[in-house]
């Protein structure tokens, strides 16, 4: 189910095609009025600013991305997005009121293609029955402070090598491992006595630089570049 609603709220008319082309919606736990759709604002406002007790009253249209179907959300007290705009599925709109031809705070949901009604309730999944329904929807995670994330790594710190780990020229694995010759004799003393650079287990490396590459960690350390992690696993500590 998908309904313009956060929370609970009811069915207060059903959709009988010509004789009542939407659903009658009364917000309960909120009365504010999200899009179902991801689309684009082509109407909002007065259907007849002249005449309030008209039609839908204050109204909001959104076609449908990619489609014919024009989403209306009718007799709204608010309305809080313009024309052209491009709203997302959730977003708020505008906020139930009881302008237009009505006679009490509701939302008239209504799908048309191309100015014929379709069935809302069958779009929606709301049901065409009198009644109190929830479609899950508890609107956005409170917006505030986001804590910074602690980085893995720091430059400057000092770590220790937890698995043999090959030196590098750059940060990647497309950089040819060093020779052993070419690390810095503290380098030289932690490494195997073979030509390539590999450090041993257990050896300290100091972070000079930090690169991140896709599922991979690379730090720069005075000897050249090693991976310090790659995806959940931490080659250094
Ligand atoms: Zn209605």
């Known amino acids: ?45 007065w259907e007849n600013e002249k005449d309030p007790k008209q039609g839908f009253g204050k109204y909001v249209k959104i076609m449908k991305d990619g489609t014919d179907e024009g989403y209306y959300f009718g007799h709204l007290s608010e309305i809080k997005v313009g024309v052209g705009d491009h709203v997302k599925m959730t977003q708020v709109i505008g906020i139930q009121g009881s302008t237009g031809k009505s006679t009490g ?42 804590p910074e994330p602690k980085p893995e790594f720091t430059v400057g710190k000092v770590y220790e090598t937890k698995v043999d780990l090959n030196v590098r020229t750059g940060p990647g694995t497309e950089y040819p491992v060093k020779k052993r010759t070419e690390l810095t004799s503290d380098g030289q003393k932690h490494a195997y006595t073979q030509e390539a650079a590999v450090l041993k287990p257990g050896t300290e490396v100091r972070c000079i630089e930090l690169v991140e590459k896709g599922d991979r960690i690379w730090i720069r350390i005075p000897s050249g570049w090693i991976c310090s992690r790659e995806k959940d696993t931490k080659y250094i500590a």
């Open 105 to 146: 705070p509701h939302c008239h949901y209504c799908v048309r293609v191309n100015g014929k009604y379709q069935d809302v309730s069958k779009i929606s999944g709301i049901p065409n029955k009198p009644g109190v329904y929830d479609d899950g929807y508890r609107g956005p995670v409170a917006s505030g402070p986001t």
């Open 1 to 45: 189910m998908n309904a313009p609603y956060m929370g609970k709220f009811s069915v207060s008319q059903t959709y009988q095609g010509a004789k009542h082309d939407g659903l009658d919606l009364v917000g309960i736990d909120s009365k504010e009025i999200h899009s179902t759709v991801n689309g684009k604002v082509v109407f909002a406002g």
